[in-house]
């Protein structure tokens, strides 16, 4: 059983940066689409970034596009999440997800494999 696990959630003031990092055991990263989402109270998961296997395409989600960076590191089975000049609207609980194949979706349903979530709360 794939099993993933965030870290680096925390609370910042307006305009800091934030590296959360997302770990995988009963299963790797590789040959997978690996991806970030996020969850504000009251409102739908949105996608925030992803990466396919091999680091060949990534995206971003337009709310964060230009301040986000998605990374990975098979051979220690991490993902990484920067994001700079962070807002008070990107205050969420965000999840990495490990998707059925290499390839990313913007949409729910390929990604099979989620985290807890760990929370981001930014401050004005």
């Not at 609370?11 to 770990?23: D, H, I, M, R």
């Not at 296997?53 to 990534?58: D, G, L, M, P």
């Not at 230009?66 to 991490?78: K, L, M, W």
Request: proline letters at 2%.
């Amino acid at each position: 059983q794939v099993h993933l696990t965030e870290s680096g959630g925390r609370s910042v003031q307006a305009g800091e940066s934030l590296l959360l990092s997302c770990t995988s055991s009963g299963g790797t990263f590789n040959d997978y689409a690996v991806g970030w989402f996020r969850q504000a109270p009251g409102k739908d998961r949105e996608f925030v970034a992803a990466l396919s296997s091999a680091s060949r395409s990534s995206a971003a989600g337009d709310s964060v596009r230009g301040r986000v960076t998605i990374s990975r590191d098979d051979a220690q089975n991490r993902v990484y999440l920067g994001l700079v000049n962070l807002k008070p609207e990107d205050t969420a609980v965000y999840y990495c997800a490990r998707s059925r194949d290499s390839t990313w979706s913007v949409t729910i349903s390929p990604w099979i494999y989620w985290g807890q979530g760990t929370q981001v709360t930014v401050s004005s």
